[in-house]
């Protein structure tokens, strides 16, 4: 067992030896108010809801928020940036360990938010603050926020309150100097910094870095909030599918840049989509800018002026332009195309997209967090198969568009039923007499057992070399989910699939997972799991 997993069941199960609840303390922070705050309310429709920390363990909760990473799920990474900004009664959390400054909820929640990449989000949440809380990791927290969000002028003013309550000593020392050094002409930088930017700055006002992704993570949060408030970070024009490799902080940083050339922050904008740092509506605006101009020389701009055209045309006259877009995405960066999904659902199957090209598509509309659409599983169990090899594609798409669904038709759920029927009993053997189109619930929860999904040899393409997280852990997170604790089930379950890659994932690990999820009422985040397992995408 890792270091990562002993750290967090030592937390996670620390409250069943416990015995003693903490009392807040009236004279200081009122946790629970501070600890409520989210950028996402009850009627928020990324919100994981009020009740989210209901009966959880405090030890639980910090060691998992402390340790929260991004993983390989795309669903649960998304859930869990939700839950980091949900408005959630923490009122409700059992405290088996004593509340303490720096290790409140909301401090370690922004903390991991920066770390993550979400500082546009990490931002909003820190306005939130109540101006007299008095709590020197988080106000520290909140001011990097600030000025890896570019609001320099905001963060400066901070620091000239706080830094003198906490007397100038570790970061306040380096804050106050940056902030006196750049908006106040004949000052220096104290020559005892050990801040890589403050000292680059001293030795030249108008001090530039072109990005490494290697150099950019060797520096800390305090230089890369510096360098990005001070529009410092110089991009080359490096071919686009190396930005798919650019960390989420990493283009959180270059998108707020200045200096980025508009076809880099529509490339940015889009791979930032896939980490849920940005959203489908900042590439259409983007789109709609460009469009606006003429004589489009740039894969980028006539991807812009390809979708601008779309938009102005009926249904049934957009296929050739979606294709145009589709085919110079594919060339460039395939996000780039998620404004045109919705018109890409009459694009049909076999004479306009390959197999290969609608799993790409549907992985879109998973981080997207939208349905597959209908008519590509119309067109799934309409097309024609003759060999085994199809038979064994169709069926996985088939059985992933199926579940990445909030329901479907009557009339098209007996189609696919008769789709893959005879395809599970050929190529199953030994199968229980149940599987998984008898567990696909016609109400809308669909795909209820994941073992009917994975039965014997349909299991992942076959593959036998499982990573399995400890046996303990799952336990952990069975009795978790018994209880409904929302939280720590999204958090452990994130942290126990970190390194698990969907299409290496032993079926019942992921049956042990989606079922707690389940118990929580995350039932479209246990149904795109699945789908995302099935695919292997």
């Known amino acids: 067992?890792?270091?990562?997993?002993k750290t967090v069941l030592a937390a996670a199960t620390g409250a069943l030896m416990a015995t003693h609840a903490y009392a807040q303390n009236p004279l200081h922070t009122n946790f629970t108010q501070l600890e409520s705050i989210g950028i996402f309310d009850t009627d928020h429709p990324q919100s994981i809801g009020n009740g989210a920390y209901y009966e959880a363990e405090r030890s639980?909760?910090?060691?998992?928020?402390?340790?929260?990473?991004?993983?390989?799920?795309i669903a649960l990474n998304k859930n869990i940036r939700n839950l980091l900004l949900t408005s959630a009664d923490a009122s409700t959390i059992s405290n088996d360990i004593e509340i303490k400054d720096g290790k409140d909820l909301l401090t370690l929640r922004l903390n991991t938010l920066l770390k993550l990449g979400y500082y546009k989000q990490a931002a909003a949440l820190s306005t939130k603050i109540p101006e007299d809380v008095k709590n020197e990791k988080l106000n520290s927290l909140s001011i990097l926020s600030m000025l890896l969000n570019r609001e320099k002028a905001k963060a400066c003013l901070n620091v000239k309150i706080y830094a003198p309550e906490y007397e100038y000593k570790g970061i306040w020392k380096d804050l106050?100097?940056?902030?006196?050094?750049?908006?106040?002409?004949?000052?220096?930088?104290?020559?005892?910094?050990?801040?890589?930017?403050?000292?680059?700055?001293?030795?030249?006002?108008?001090?530039?870095i072109t990005y490494d992704t290697k150099t950019f993570k060797t520096l800390g949060f305090l230089d890369q909030a510096i360098l990005t408030a001070e529009n410092a970070i110089l991009l080359e024009n490096k071919n686009f599918a190396d930005y798919a490799a650019f960390p989420a902080s990493h283009i959180s940083s270059l998108l707020s840049q200045s200096n980025i050339t508009q076809d880099q922050r529509a490339v940015l904008t889009a791979y930032g989509m896939t980490y849920g740092i940005t959203e489908n509506s900042d590439l259409i605006a983007q789109y709609e800018a460009i469009a606006e101009?003429?004589?489009?020389?740039?894969?980028?701009?006539?991807?812009?002026?390809?979708?601008?055209?779309?938009?102005?045309?009926?249904?049934?006259?957009k296929s050739q332009k979606v294709l145009s877009a589709l085919s110079l995405a594919e060339k460039n960066a395939l996000p780039l195309f998620?404004?045109?999904?919705?018109?890409?659902?009459?694009?049909?199957?076999?004479?306009?997209?390959?197999?290969?090209?609608?799993?790409a598509l549907l992985r879109l509309h998973l981080q997207q967090d939208t349905d597959a659409p209908e008519d590509w599983i119309d067109d799934l169990n309409d097309m024609e198969c003759n060999d085994i090899s199809c038979n064994t594609a169709r069926a996985k798409t088939l059985i992933s568009a199926l579940l990445m669904n909030e329901s479907v038709?009557?009339?098209?759920?007996?189609?696919s039923q008769k789709t893959l029927t005879p395809y599970l009993l050929y190529f199953i053997?030994?199968?229980p007499s149940k599987n998984i189109i008898e567990n696909i619930d016609m109400s809308g929860l669909i795909g209820d057992k994941v073992r009917f999904v994975y039965e014997n040899d349909f299991d992942l393409g076959g593959n036998k070399s499982y990573t399995m997280p400890?046996?303990?852990?799952?336990?952990?997170?069975?009795?978790?989910?018994?209880?409904?604790?929302?939280?720590?089930?999204?958090?452990?379950?994130?942290?126990?699939?970190?390194?698990?890659a969907p299409e290496g994932i032993y079926h019942e690990t992921l049956d042990d997972i989606v079922s707690a999820l389940r118990e929580t009422g995350m039932n479209r985040l246990s149904r795109q799991m699945m789908a995302q397992a099935v695919i292997g995408f």
């Open 470 to 500: 400890p046996y303990s852990a799952i336990i952990e997170l069975q009795r978790l989910g018994r209880q409904q604790n929302t939280a720590t089930v999204i958090l452990l379950s994130g942290i126990l699939l970190n390194n698990i």
């Open 176 to 208: 106050d100097s940056y902030c006196t050094f750049t908006l106040k002409s004949g000052t220096e930088i104290p020559t005892d910094t050990k801040s890589f930017a403050l000292k680059s700055l001293a030795n030249d006002r108008k001090f530039t």
């Open 60 to 73: 639980s909760l910090t060691a998992l928020i402390d340790k929260a990473d991004r993983g390989p799920w």
């Open 1 to 5: 067992m890792n270091r990562v997993f």
């Open 409 to 415: 038709s009557k009339k098209l759920f007996a189609s």
């Open 429 to 431: 053997k030994e199968t």
């Open 293 to 317: 101009k003429e004589n489009a020389q740039s894969d980028i701009e006539k991807i812009a002026i390809l979708y601008a055209e779309s938009e102005k045309l009926l249904t049934t006259n």
């Open 338 to 359: 998620t404004p045109f999904l919705n018109a890409a659902s009459n694009l049909d199957i076999g004479s306009d997209l390959t197999m290969d090209q609608v799993n």
